[in-house]
Each structure stands twice: as C-alpha cells, then as structure tokens.
C-alpha cells in the first residue's frame, strides 16, 4: 500500500536508538545524585530496613564503605540520618549537640576516608527528640521560635565535624537565616545550607520513620509541613529561603510533586534539589518484588522524570546503583524493528 502524505512523522524521531539518543532531552548525570544513608551505633553492623529492601541502618565502618562505592560511581554526595538509640533522646534534643555524638563522628570518619566526598547532615530534632516532633513541643505544641537556637547549635555542631552543606528539615519559620547568622558568627562561611524549603506533610515518609524510629509521639507534622494540597505556599517558602541565604532549596517528596519541582525551578535562581523519598523507594521495590514492574526501568524513569521536571540535583536511595547505570553508557535495547 501507497505511504500517506504525511509531511510530519512525530515518529521518525523514535526509530532507532540511535536517534532517540540524539534527540534525547533530558540525561541524568552521576554527579547530579546524593545518596542517603542511615547511621547507627556499633561496628560491622548492616541492619536491613524492612520497608527499604536493600537499605540498611550502618555503623560507621560499613557506612564509609557504602560511602566510598557511591563516591567511586561518580555520587558526589551522601546525606546523614542517625538513628538514635531510645535512652538518648529527650524533648531537646540534646544528643544532638554532642560533639562526639553519632553524626559528628561519621562525619569525621566520611571526611577522613573520602575528603573530596560531600558530607549533608540533617538539621531537625525528631531523630533525637523523645516527642518525635522537628521542632520543641511545649505543652502539646510545636514552639517555633524557641526551636530556632536547637537547630542553631546543632547545625554548628555538624559544621564543627566538618559537614560542608547542612540541611535544616525541621521546616520552622526563620530557620534558615538564624542558621545562616549563627554560622556565620562561628566563622563557618563556607558550610552550606541546603534547605528542605517546600517540605510536605506526607505518609510518603513511613519507611524513613521506621528506619529511624523517629516518628512522632503524639500529633501529626501538619502545623510546619506543607499541605499536599499547595503549591503557592511552597513557592512562598522557597522564596523565603533563597532570601535568608539558602544555597540549594529543595521540594520533598519527588514524583508527586512534580508541578512543585518546575514552578519552583522558574521561581527562583538557586539551584533546586528533589528528594525521591523512602516510600517512593519502596513503593518501586515492593512493586518489583511482586513481579508487577521493571525495577530498574522503574528507577531510570523516576529520576529521570524528576530531573525533566526541573530539579538540577537528585536525592534517592537508588543513586550509587543509578550512577552506574548512567556511566554504562546507552541503555541496551533490543534491536529496532
Ligand atoms: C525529618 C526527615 C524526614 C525525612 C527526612 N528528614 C521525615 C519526616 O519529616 O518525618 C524523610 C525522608 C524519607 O522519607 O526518605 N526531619
């Protein structure tokens, strides 16, 4: 049969991989990826996450070797979650000031076994708070400003250790210039903010809670996390952040906020980061796991979306496997037909 007259063919584009690869947008590079990792007391330990197949909670041995594989696969980042043992925590947080706590001393042990290595640590107080909440609960409520001089000092604490971006997560108003200034003071000028700036209040943090044991006592996180239902407030408070001096403004969780990720890249000038968060992770997983969708397919597409959305950085628990993936060159297909 005659070919139609079809001057335009959308498919042309599409036959062979060849030229899908050429006309092909959006790549995702290693050096876009944080990794996260979770750390705990002990040594040799790799305690697996049951909501989180293939993660685990890592003493600082093991942990520096998970580390060091990312950083070899091109990962130019980790990120630091502690997971805190019950006696230690207590409604300030105070664990979280100590200088030879868990966090500074991964720190320290990620900085002198991989200099180059970026080190994020967490600034919010659940993962030491024996209220579970990020900020200090003051008679059943979160006391906003009375949590600035905790974040203050536990982001000084980090800096102290050698973390080079601290990530205020905790989502209280003011926070990111209060750590700015107090930072300042103690002459750490070149430690970096990354903040969680349009943090929403989402069941898609469920593994990480159980991870860290770290989910709230009492209450729920919806008077600091933003409603799913918003988009011009996240835009209000990535604005809010870029001004108090944020160096990178994130939108969590990822995929279903994907809106938020491009509006937020057109609102401001710093660069944006995305975190494709543990129920994200282990929705992939658990869907694998059934035999109901490609897992790696699955992990490509996520991230690669979330970068075509906007997002110039990355954080998943997918980023050493995925930073491979993208060195290994063109994906292998089967031959066009
Ligand atoms: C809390 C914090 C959370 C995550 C990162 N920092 C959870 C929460 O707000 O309860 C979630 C990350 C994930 O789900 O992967 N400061």
Not at 227 to 233: E, L, M, S, T, Y
Request: glycine residues 8%; hydrophobic residues 45%; negative net charge.
């Amino acid at each position: 049969m005659a070919s139609l007259a079809l001057p335009v063919r959308p498919r042309r584009n599409r036959r062979s991989q060849g030229i899908r690869r050429l006309v092909r947008q959006t790549a995702v590079r290693p050096a876009d990826l944080v990794l996260p990792l979770f750390v705990v007391e002990g040594e040799g330990v790799r305690d697996p996450i049951a909501a989180m197949p293939g993660r685990h909670r890592l003493s600082i041995d093991t942990l520096v070797s998970e580390a060091a594989e990312a950083f070899a696969a091109g990962v130019p980042a980790v990120a630091l979650f502690p997971s805190i043992a019950d006696d230690r925590k207590d409604p300030r947080a105070g664990e979280a000031m100590n200088p030879d706590g868990l966090v500074p001393q991964a720190v320290r042990a990620l900085k002198n076994a991989c200099p180059d290595l970026l080190v994020i640590t967490d600034v919010a107080m659940d993962p030491y708070s024996s209220d579970g909440h990020d900020g200090l609960v003051i008679d059943g409520r979160i006391d906003n400003d009375r949590t600035l001089p905790i974040l203050a000092d536990m982001a000084l604490c980090q800096a102290e250790a050698g973390a080079d971006l601290v990530a205020p997560s905790d989502m209280m108003d003011g926070r990111v210039g209060y750590v700015r200034g107090s930072l300042d003071r103690a002459g750490h000028v070149e430690v970096g903010i990354l903040a969680y700036s349009a943090k929403y209040a989402s069941c898609f943090y469920g593994p990480f809670r159980e991870a860290l044991d770290s989910a709230p006592r009492a209450g729920d996180k919806k008077t600091y996390q933003v409603d799913p239902a918003n988009r011009r407030d996240a835009l209000r408070e990535v604005r809010l952040d870029a001004a108090e001096g944020a160096d990178i403004v994130m939108v969590k969780p990822a995929l279903p906020y994907l809106d938020v990720v491009a509006a937020v890249r057109e609102a401001v000038d710093v660069p944006v980061a995305a975190y494709q968060v543990s129920g994200e992770y282990a929705m992939i997983e658990a869907a694998a796991a059934a035999g109901w969708i490609d897992r790696d397919q699955a992990m490509v597409e996520s991230i690669t979306a979330i970068k075509r959305a906007g997002a110039d950085v990355v954080l998943t628990y997918f980023a050493t496997e995925m930073a491979r993936r993208c060195r290994d060159g063109p994906v292998r297909e089967p031959r066009d037909g």
